[in-house]
């Protein structure tokens, strides 16, 4: 399996996790959410921090962009 594939399947593993998250209590056991999961440029602010994403999350679609479209 190449590199993005792995990536891909964790991912969706991590997916049927996920699915059970509930965002009141994302924000319950989390203070600085806001913080971590929003980012501001030139006026413009990009707040992802109500959706159903946690650290884990963000780390796999990073791997995911970061793993090579095509095999070596």
Known sequence: MNP??????????HFSKA??????QLFEQDQDRFKKFSLQFEG????????????????????????PWFPR
């Open 4 to 13: 993005r594939e792995t990536a891909f399947n964790d991912l969706q593993q």
């Open 19 to 24: 699915r059970q998250l509930n965002m009141r």
């Open 44 to 67: 413009i602010l990009l707040d992802y921090s109500k959706n159903l994403v946690t650290e884990e999350t963000m780390g796999l679609l990073l791997a995911l962009a970061k793993a």
